[in-house]
């Protein structure tokens, strides 16, 4: 199966470490999430695999990608018009994307605030208009970085529910988390980076019940920073 996604000899000087990717590929359907601790460089691969940094080497091949980053922008506009604003960008006749975001706010929870400011949901509702907003303009992949690090367990279920359903649809999800239960719960694989470099890529019932390297062992058991 064609991959949606594929990076080849990425390399990006970073503030304290070289990111180098030989070689990563997503597939359709595929969770991979993108283990490693703090500064590790997560959030500059998924960057770069957004299209928002260009690497100093290497090359991306894939469909349209789209990018949620941990603290999503919102317009100060109601909560309908954030949910079709994608749509609209992307040309959309305005009924055709008002009645689609229509749908999609009832099945993420958030109709009955379809006419209030945006800016006033919590951080929950917040998360899942910004992940329905990226859903309606169906993206290949998508690229999330720690969708869920703030949020109650209720609202990461409900995003959790989301983004199994995007990977059922065929699209690829690469997601950038520090919650391994998260990993376990979603992923089909596991990449752990560390310093930039990438450590292990792996099945996640592997990575996580038998690391091959050990610094992903020491990331495991909290011994690795």
Do not use: C
């Not at 595929?30 to 703090?38: F, R, Y």
């Not at 009645?99 to 379809?114: H, I, Y």
Request: charged share 25%.
């Amino acid at each position: 199966m064609k991959p949606v996604l594929l990076a080849e000899g990425i390399r990006h000087r970073h503030p304290g470490f070289v990111l180098e990717v030989e070689g990563l590929l997503v597939h359709p359907g595929e969770v991979l999430a993108v283990l490693g601790s703090s500064g590790s460089g997560k959030t500059t691969l998924l960057r770069i695999l957004a299209g928002l940094l260009s690497p100093e080497a290497g090359r991306l091949e894939g469909g349209f990608r789209a990018y949620l980053p941990q603290t999503p922008p919102l317009l100060r506009r109601s909560v309908l018009e954030n949910a079709a604003s994608g749509l609209l960008l992307h040309g959309t006749p305005r009924r055709e994307a008002f009645r689609r975001a229509e749908v999609l706010l009832k099945r993420v929870g958030l109709w009955e605030k379809a006419h209030r400011p945006a800016r006033g949901l919590s951080g929950g509702e917040a998360v899942r208009l910004a992940l329905a907003r990226t859903l309606l303009v169906e993206p290949s992949v998508l690229l999330l970085d720690e969708p869920t690090a703030s949020l109650d367990p209720a609202n990461t279920a409900q995003v959790e529910v989301l983004l199994k359903k995007a990977s059922r649809e065929g699209r690829g999800v690469v997601l950038a988390t520090h919650d391994l239960f998260q990993a376990r719960r979603l992923a089909n694989r596991v990449l752990f980076l560390h310093l930039g470099q990438v450590v292990e890529v792996a099945p996640a019932s592997r990575f996580f019940q038998a690391p091959q390297d050990p610094r992903s062992r020491a990331f495991l058991e909290g011994r690795l920073f």
